[in-house]
């Protein structure tokens, strides 16, 4: 296989960017295609229809059907609430799901599959959205990024001009500056109040916004200032009081004055959170992670339920962690460091599960400071490159793009895992899609013919012939787990005097994969009536009578072989 090939395949497997709605996940691979997971209503995933996928599938619209040459590629991915966004290497932006405040960018029902939006096609520079003052330059306008957040939409084009849609602060104050409302437009709107300067970054929540724009014209690296607007019912714009904006205003903490330099910015519904550096670092390079807004769920790390104004530091994280990426969700916070090490913190536990979580007793109850979610194996993840946080469950992407680890909530498949049940620990993403592993591992024995037909020929004998191998595998499999199912039947029988059911798992083996025997031990005691007590306790009797018996006749076997050679001697 040549090396183009080669390149290819592994660009198909490496996942570059993930993003997070309330319960579906979105992964961008290097060659330009988006796989969704989770749960379907309204469409979310693109996949043609409302069901609910366990494990990724490739989402796909009519212009990607088409030729490898013609296919579009992707460069971007973004998540609200209930929809979904891609941006095309082209330009261009194609949004599917739900549609009710015109997220979609189009006037209309929600869309199973991926729309593109209208709006960018054929503008040049700022000529045909001229807020009245001259125009300088001119330029095909296209975007370059793409973010959502609850039930609105964002793009930042090639002039760094940031366009919001959907369900979206005001930006005219007709009743007034001090009335605040929500707009409804499938129509982009430009936010003029940061013309002449180009916008880098943007986060959204629910109802607040926060970018990171430059102090001029053009990006220098370390020059941002964080501006926030929209709802501030709870804090979550930074400004110090609980006042909503219609206009952005700067978070004074990180003016152009502000020894910290913002690299990172996430939203949750009501809090934000923001990484940052030492603009002058010495030796070392100081890493930060500061949150405000809501923090009755502990999602600001502070150690406290309070609700903080302006923003203040996470100190509880290690000083010497390097943070690499942030995100919120609806009431939880996540981070990892270059290291591999990830921290979460908020509602139960960190996991965002809301309060029907199966934690009990001194278990339950939000994290209120970071804690420190380990992987199965060990306790950092190898070349991590993304975490990000859904209503309910975490995403992360590790070993360089090459590998996905999830928890949380696991309903409607949103876990990725091919099962509906939650996690409470980090557990493999089914990655790379079984599909395209089979499509991958048959492109690698396919060899150099003059025949293009004979290529596409071999190639589908030798997938059918690996998935020959593969269903002989799962019979295997299956033959093995019927035969211990028996045993286990049989074992669960002789001891409680009735078949072995389902309900007989130990919850904690069926929730999290790890089972304590000495504390299932204890509960089933807890939980016994008194005749299993008594059927117990006979079981375990007649058997340690028996342990006995048996220990006894092989010590006096013993003694007689020891004396029997004694006794021969003399």
């Not at 490496?14 to 379907?40: I, N, P, Q």
């Not at 709802?231 to 003016?255: A, K, M, W, Y």
């Not at 519904?269 to 930060?288: C, G, I, M, V």
């Not at 007793?361 to 070349?383: C, K, M, N, V, W």
Request: charged share 20%; with cysteine.
């Amino acid at each position: 296989m040549d090396d183009a090939l080669r390149s290819s395949s592994n660009l198909s497997r490496k996942v570059v960017s993930v993003a997070a709605g309330e319960a579906h996940t979105l992964a961008l691979t290097g060659d330009g295609c988006v796989y969704s997971w989770g749960r379907g209503m309204f469409g979310r995933l693109g996949i043609g229809s409302e069901a609910d996928a366990l494990f990724p599938v490739q989402v796909k619209c009519d212009i990607c059907s088409e030729s490898e040459e013609k296919r579009l590629k992707f460069v971007g991915i973004a998540a609200g609430a209930y929809h979904s966004m891609a941006l095309a290497d082209d330009g261009s932006v194609w949004c599917w799901g739900y549609n009710p405040y015109g997220q979609l960018g189009v006037n209309g029902e929600n869309a199973v599959v991926p729309r593109m939006m209208e709006h960018f096609l054929g503008l040049t520079s700022f000529d045909s959205v001229t807020n009245g003052s001259e125009t300088k330059r001119e330029a095909p306008l296209k975007a370059c990024s793409v973010k959502a957040g609850g039930m609105m939409s964002l793009a930042i084009d090639n002039l760094g001009t940031l366009w919001i849609w959907g369900n979206c602060p005001q930006q005219s104050s007709s009743s007034g500056e001090s009335g605040f409302s929500l707009v409804s437009s499938f129509t982009p709107i430009p936010v003029w109040d940061f013309h002449g300067h180009t916008v880098v970054k943007v986060a959204c929540g629910n109802e607040h916004v926060v970018a990171l724009v430059t102090v001029g014209e053009t990006y220098e690296g370390e020059d941002l200032v964080c501006y926030s607007w929209g709802n501030n019912n709870h804090g979550q714009l930074g400004l110090g009081d609980r006042e909503s904006r219609i206009h952005p205003e700067i978070v004074e903490t990180f003016n152009q004055h502000s020894p910290w330099a913002i690299y990172e910015v996430a939203c949750g519904a009501f809090h934000t959170a923001l990484l940052t550096h030492k603009k002058r670092p010495n030796e070392k390079l100081e890493s930060t992670c500061w949150t405000f807004g809501l923090g009755e769920n502990g999602q600001l790390g502070h150690g406290t339920s309070q609700s903080a104004l302006k923003p203040e530091p996470v100190n509880e994280l290690p000083q010497d962690a390097y943070l690499v990426s942030v995100d919120c969700g609806l009431f939880h916070t996540g981070v990892v460091s270059s290291a591999g090490d990830v921290w979460s913190w908020g509602m139960e536990k960190g996991l965002g599960l809301c309060p029907d979580a199966r934690f009990t007793g001194t278990d339950a109850g939000d994290a209120l400071s970071p804690l420190r979610i380990t992987g199965p194996q060990e306790p950092r993840f190898h070349d991590p490159v993304q975490v990000v946080c859904g209503a309910a469950h975490t995403v992360l992407v590790a070993n360089d793009g090459y590998k996905l680890w999830s928890w949380g909530r696991g309903r409607s498949g949103v876990l990725g895992t091919g099962q509906t049940i939650d996690f409470f620990a980090p557990t493999a993403v089914m990655w790379p899609p079984l599909a395209d592993d089979f499509k991958d591992q048959g492109l690698n024995n396919v060899t150099k013919d003059d025949n293009l037909e004979s290529k596409e020929s071999e190639e589908v004998a030798e997938i059918e012939k690996r998935l020959s191998s593969a269903m002989e595998e799962m019979k295997l499999l299956q033959s093995k787990l019927s035969m211990m199912e028996r045993y286990a039947g049989i074992l669960h029988g002789s001891i409680f005097g009735k078949p072995f059911t389902e309900e007989d798992i130990p919850s904690s083996l069926r929730d999290s994969g790890t089972f304590d025997i000495a504390k299932e031990w204890e509960d089933m005691l807890e939980s016994a009536d008194r005749s299993k007590l008594i059927r117990l306790e006979l079981f375990y009797r007649n058997m340690l009578s028996g342990v006995k018996d048996k220990h006894m006749k092989r010590r006096i076997q013993e003694i007689i072989k020891e004396c029997v050679p004694s006794t021969q001697g003399k």
